[in-house]
């Protein structure tokens, strides 16, 4: 899959979980999932799922955290940081998930903490 086509936010619907902020040119793209429980091996299955072999040395983990997706209550909430990658960037994740919060699931609210 061409990462420029990709969507910026990739996460499961509901839950609380790891994510990580990957830098790919001038794009930033959130990826996350209950499934994986250490930061390196969430992205190692993006790279598995979504990227080409030649697109790989341009694609940088630049931080991450956890999100709470709680349908019920209508909120989105991003926290924390990875041990390895450093704590998200907080004013980009704020801009990328309040545009996915417009577009995608309309009347949640976003909490970043």
């Known amino acids: 899959m061409n990462l420029e086509e990709i969507s910026e936010v990739i996460?499961?619907?509901e839950g609380d979980f790891k994510f990580?902020?990957?830098k790919y040119k001038e794009k930033t793209i959130l990826y996350g999932n209950s499934k994986e429980i250490l930061y390196r091996k969430l992205?190692?299955?993006f790279l598995n799922e979504f990227i080409k072999e030649d697109q790989v040395r341009e694609l940088i983990p630049i931080g991450g955290?956890?999100?709470f997706v709680d349908k019920e209550k209508k909120l989105i909430e991003?926290?924390?940081?990875?041990n390895i990658y450093g704590r998200f960037k907080d004013e980009v994740v704020r801009e990328i998930l309040t545009?996915?919060?417009e577009e995608k699931i309309k009347g949640f609210s976003l909490k970043i903490s």
């Open 11 to 13: 996460i499961d619907s």
């Open 65 to 67: 955290g956890r999100i």
């Open 99 to 101: 545009r996915f919060i």
């Open 78 to 82: 991003a926290y924390g940081y990875s």
């Open 43 to 45: 992205y190692h299955s």
């Open 20 to 22: 990580i902020q990957l």
